[in-house]
C-alpha cells in the first residue's frame, strides 16, 4: 500500500512539473511571436 501511495505522488509530483515547464515553453514562444509581429510591423 505505502509502495503505490509513493507511486502516486511521485507521478503527481511529475505531471505538475511537466504541466509548469510547458507552460513556460508557451510564454517564451508567445514572446518570441509578438516581438516577430513588432518588427514586421516596423517594415
Do not use: Y
Not at 507511486?7 to 517564451?28: I, P, Q, R, W, Y
Request: include cysteine; aromatic fraction near 2%; proline fraction near 0%.
Amino acid at each position: 500500500m505505502n509502495t503505490k501511495l509513493i507511486l502516486a505522488a511521485l507521478l503527481a509530483a511529475f505531471a505538475l512539473s511537466a504541466c509548469n515547464t510547458m507552460e513556460g515553453v508557451g510564454k517564451d514562444l508567445s514572446k518570441a511571436g509578438e516581438k516577430i509581429e513588432e518588427a514586421a510591423k516596423k517594415k
